[in-house]
């Protein structure tokens, strides 16, 4: 008998060996905390928040008007102000680049838009700051949106909302950023005099100029929950006092407990939240009209 070699059976490839699917770019994310992937869908149905560990994901400015405003009941204004190149200043490229492109990827015209409408059937303002356009941070445009927001509830004598979400002052306008700061302020100040309802929603992160100015001064703070808020980040304190920071530090509930902000909140509840505050504060100010 003569042996015939045995044909070999087709095997199907083990696990490790089979290729994972080529799934499209933008249908899946990664949270930047707990690595888990999440269907994208998913994540925008969510506003957002990761679905595994709640991790607050940064939104453009305007998913904000959109999350705060009764649904296609608000206009934006001041979108026609553009900052210019003061210093001509130059680091690895020239300013007037670095504007370009930020405008080309966000479609924004800077770091703030704003938006009037109606929240919760009451007029009021919405200032929002994009971290997407040079993170978040303000110069002279920036820093005249909100001061024109600002003159805008003053003059109508309705509610203003800003949305903070910034490194800060913007390093290449220099001093120009830095007078954002007194401006801002000032501004804020002749609302509080005029008894007109401001308040300071605090994003991750709010930092440095920005919340050493206008972020702070609300008749409200509120923090969205995890947000880094601060001055100089935690690193550079640790550095410079040459000691471990406690666990929580400048995280949203840690300065909500050292009286630093009033309320944290999750994202799901900052609509429901800030109507019911616009509403209180605004029949609260027609009750004392004359």
Sequence with gaps: MINQPIPKRDRKPS???VKPLDIPPGLVETCKKCNERIDKKQLVDNLWVCPKCDHHHRIPAREW???LFDPGDYEEFDSNLYTVNPLNFYDSQDYRDRLKSARLKT???DACVNARGKIGGMPAL???LDFYFLGGSMGSVVGEKVTRASER???ERIPLITVSCSGGARMQEGMFSLMQMAKTSNACGRLR????PYFSILTDPSTAGVMASFASLGDLIIAEQGALIGFAGPRVIAQ???GELPVGFQRADFCREHGFVDIVLHRR???KIVTRLVRMFTDSMNRALP
């Design 193 to 196: 005099q005029a008894g007109i």
């Design 107 to 109: 479609r924004l015209d």
């Design 153 to 155: 509830a003053l003059a």
């Design 269 to 271: 509840d900052m609509r």
């Design 240 to 242: 410079t006092i040459g």
């Design 15 to 17: 696990s490790d060996l």
């Design 126 to 128: 919405v200032s929002a």
């Design 65 to 67: 008007l959109k999350l």
